[in-house]
């Protein structure tokens, strides 16, 4: 997911802030984005409960949101990406 958004922000960075912008100011879009984001989580990590599924998007905004984007470039997100599921996954086990 991070890393299609940041191919996203590389590619069309006029449409990123578009649509960043867009889905800020609209609460129907963003909220239908953050049950997307739930839904999608639970499939990748077999997790069914709905707080800590909420608790581990809280981890991730640094590397996915758009709001952060121009300070991708500034970060290894590959391996910032790693380092945060790291202390999640420890955490699940």
Known sequence: MSESKYQAYIREPE???LYT???DRNPVVWTRQIEDLVRSL?????IEDEEQLHAILLA???LSSPAYAERWFLIDMKRELEGVW??????LE
């Open 42 to 46: 639970k499939e990748a990590s077999g």
């Open 21 to 23: 912008t867009y889905t």
């Open 60 to 62: 991730f905004p640094w």
């Open 86 to 91: 790291k202390l999640i996954e420890s955490g």
């Open 15 to 17: 449409m990123f802030k």
